[in-house]
């Protein structure tokens, strides 16, 4: 695949699909909050997607002559993931199923693994900052496991979930080539 044809793919990608299920999402959250019909933990986790998705979707700027079919299909698992969130969480309408917060911790989950893939795809370092990630990968699993029972835990999981994220983008270099550290809170 040549640079053009990477650019392309990467331009659908981040000037189309992205944008435009991210933004549904937020729209109809923002909807349902006016609204009042989100209700208790969801808002929470429709505030750590968010977070999350617009936080890998701003890392991924400058990739348009690395970008190849490998990475394009990662991102569309990772969108088809940020739309299912949205569906567990009850905000966008699906087939008739039960919503659910453990699902939506699931589904968020996966795509911080998408994103490790996409890493590797894209040729960055996987193991930089280890502990970060497997830090955001310990509190979705917490909100998946513990959330149904303890609904109070899920604004700590957001804001804890985007600090962290937010710690990982901002330090990250996100070019080939550069040595990153394993670890963010051990030292370099």
Not at 66 to 89: K, N, P, R, T, W
Not at 107 to 126: H, K, N, T
């Amino acid at each position: 695949m040549d640079s053009e044809q990477k650019r392309r793919l990467h331009w659908l990608m981040y000037g189309l699909y992205y944008p435009a299920v991210l933004g549904a999402g937020i729209v109809v959250a923002l909807q349902h909050i006016i609204a009042g019909s989100i209700h208790g933990p969801a808002i929470a986790v429709a505030v750590t997607a968010g977070a999350f998705f617009s936080l890998s979707f701003a890392s991924a700027m400058g990739f348009e002559t690395q970008y190849g079919l490998s990475a394009f299909l990662l991102d569309i698992a990772e969108v088809g993931g940020m739309f299912a969130c949205f569906v567990f969480l009850d905000l966008i309408d699906p087939p008739p199923w039960t919503p659910s917060v453990s699902l939506a911790y699931v589904v968020l989950l996966a795509v911080v693994i998408f994103q490790v893939a996409w890493r590797w795809v894209m040729g960055l370092q996987v193991d930089a900052y280890l502990d970060l990630k497997c830090l955001l990968a310990l509190l979705l699993v917490i909100g998946a496991v513990l959330g149904e029972s303890y609904p109070w835990i899920h604004w700590g999981i957001t804001t804890i979930f985007s600090v962290i994220a937010w710690l990982y983008v901002s330090h990250h270099p996100y070019r080939t080539g550069v040595r990153v550290p394993r670890w963010f809170f051990l030292g370099r």
